[in-house]
């Protein structure tokens, strides 16, 4: 029973699981809206039919490919911080990566916003797509690895109220894209969500606050 409740526990006492909880919800919620919104800025700006709304896609998913290969340079990063800390990376190394994620999402964003005109080609709203795909996978492998890294004692119960809140946060923002974007149109409704992820780019994230945990593994 204790077990059960520890995910809890971690999301209402401690500061770190709950802002990186929210903000992988973030951005798994607008990744899951995005099955409302590019139906809406591809067939209605664009003319797009369903199978063409369908391969637009595969910028996400060619963005996710591209992070993935950058991979071994994101290890060698490691590496190299682990040999100047005496052997052993501070688990803040792993979120430097999320660091980039977290500019990258806000950027592709904005530029996906300020490009669903009818005059812009269409490729350029799937680039920014692309740029999006790399951001979602730098935020979730590194936070995903610094909290298995930081609470490894009880690192399936930090996994579990992370996967509780993005699934929720992936379950509800579908449900109010179509009224937002039919109040604000694709600039307002796009530039919103930049807004959102804009907000979390501070997030207050160290050793310090790591130190200060209860539930943090101590070094």
């Known amino acids: 029973m204790s077990s059960c409740l520890t995910p809890f526990k971690l999301l209402l006492f401690d500061r770190i699981v709950l802002l990186l909880d929210i903000w992988n919800a973030i951005i798994l919620g607008i990744l899951y809206l995005t099955f ?35 991979q071994p340079l994101w290890d060698r990063y490691t590496r190299l911080q682990a040999q100047k800390h005496g052997g052993i990376a501070p688990p803040e190394t792993i979120l430097v990566v999320s660091q980039v994620g977290g500019v990258l999402a806000p950027i592709s964003l904005y530029w996906l916003a300020f490009t669903t005109y009818e ?12 740029l999006f795909g790399v951001s979602v996978y730098y935020i979730f492998t590194s936070t995903f690895t610094y909290l298995v890294v930081s609470y490894r004692h009880i690192a399936a119960s930090a996994l579990a109220s992370n996967t509780a809140m993005r699934m929720t946060f992936a379950a509800v923002f579908p449900l109010f894209a179509g009224q937002m974007y039919d109040r604000l149109g694709t600039v307002g409704a796009t530039a919103l969500l ?24 101590k070094p």
Request: without cysteine; proline residues 7%; glycine residues 14%.
């Open 36 to 70: 409302q919104a590019f139906p809406i800025i591809f067939e209605n700006v664009h003319g797009f039919n369903m199978q063409e709304t369908g391969m637009t896609f595969i910028g996400i998913g060619i963005g996710i490919l591209g992070a993935l290969a950058t």
């Open 194 to 217: 930049a807004g959102l992820t804009t907000t979390t780019m501070p997030l207050p994230i160290g050793a310090r606050l790591r130190g200060n945990s209860r539930f943090a593994q």
């Open 119 to 130: 005059g812009i080609p269409w490729i350029v709203p799937v680039l920014a797509s692309v």
